[in-house]
């Protein structure tokens, strides 16, 4: 399996920025299509964000245009640069490889609020 650790998160106003970052295990990650999760209270998690090994992307409705996705594969890293960020992007935010039965990560916190 592989292993994620989110940071980044915090308390923000709304229409500020954050950068979440994500350090995943494993000798073959530049293979992963990996994707950035999130989870409101009281909502099921859903996918905000992938990135395929090539560095295709795909973005939710509610975030496109706003949120950007990228990867660097020599570090095993994943990131997701959010903009413009709204009230309704308050969420626990997760990395992991798309369609995988690996176990979550901790996810880091993300908190829009004036």
């Known amino acids: 399996q592989v292993q994620y650790v989110e940071s980044g998160g915090g308390l923000v106003q709304p229409g500020g920025s954050l950068r979440l970052s994500c350090a995943a295990s494993?000798?073959?990650?530049?293979?992963?299509?990996m994707g950035w999760y999130r989870q409101a209270p009281g909502k099921q998690r859903g996918l905000v964000a992938r990135i395929t090994s090539d560095g295709s992307t795909y973005y939710a409705d509610s975030v496109r245009g706003r949120f950007t996705i990228s990867r660097d594969n020599a570090k095993n890293m994943v990131y997701l640069q959010m903009n413009s960020l709204k009230p309704e992007d308050t969420a626990v935010y997760y990395c992991?490889?798309?369609?995988?039965?690996?176990?979550w990560g901790q996810g880091t916190q993300v908190t829009v609020s004036s």
């Open positions: 494993g000798s073959i990650f530049g293979i992963y299509t």
């Open positions: 992991r490889r798309v369609q995988s039965g690996d176990s």
